[in-house]
């Protein structure tokens, strides 16, 4: 809370009656004080969560999309594992591909989907179309997470799945590079990296491997963030002397200076619609 005070000339009953009230105002402000630091209580009822009960997966790598789909649909927070059959009931067979099934409690069928790619992909898959069909959320198991690490001596990009496994090096640049986005669709990533001795943005194709430099303006280009859709990228470019946060096209056409501050702006982050930008 942040107070101004002006000082003024008053009778001398007015200064009594402000006395009074600067002290009821500071008793007031300890009250409020003395309550924001009271912890804050989180309260999850188990009957917010829909009993689900998940059958073995048939078929010859059943028992991997089974672990997998188990894990995805606990870490969402949404269901109650039951061993027995519940309000819902998963099943299926998987032998390089998964057929999944859920049925009601009253036995009716309501999502019965084909899933490909690896086992793992598929358990993700299916978990996200039960997570969508059961509660209307959307899941985010066949997700991917980047990050930087040094496990080669250098600063590297790898990606993984959201929970960790499935870990890939995508960048083996032996320089520094750093500040990885995803693309919206998971196809792309873009990054921050030093091969030229200076920090340009380079664009990864997630499915190819392809690279390349889509920002490289004299000065400094660093920390690209993908808006909403996909199809702009917004970053610190120094170009014209002060770091300053610039709008692109995902291909690095088009910038457009977006603050003029004297200070160092960077970190640029989209609101989910895409209309605003918060930054450092």
Sequence with gaps: MSLSFIRVAEPLDSLLSMRAFWISLFTLLAVAVGQAQDEPVITIKKGDKLDLAIQPIDG??????????????????????????????????????????????????????????????????????????LTGKRGFANTKIAFV????????????????????????DGKISVSPSISPDGGRIAYTGYQSGYPDIYLIDTRSGRRERVVKFPGTNSGAAFSPDGGSIAATVSKDGNPEIYVMNAGGGGARRITRDPGSDSSPTWSPDGSELIYT
């Design 60 to 133: 010859s790598d059943g028992a991997t999309v089974a672990t997998v789909l188990k894990n995805d649909l606990a870490v969402s927070g949404l269901f109650n594992l039951v061993s027995s059959p519940g309000s819902f009931t998963v099943s299926g067979s998987s032998s390089g591909s998964l057929r999944g099934t859920v049925a009601d409690p009253g036995g009716r069928t309501v999502l019965s989907n084909d899933y490909s790619g690896s086992a793992r992909e598929r358990a993700h898959q299916f978990a996200d179309d039960i997570i969508q069909t």
């Design 149 to 172: 690490s040094t496990r080669s001596g250098r600063k590297e990009i790898y990606v993984a799945d959201y929970d960790g496994a499935n870990v890939q090096q995508l960048t083996r």
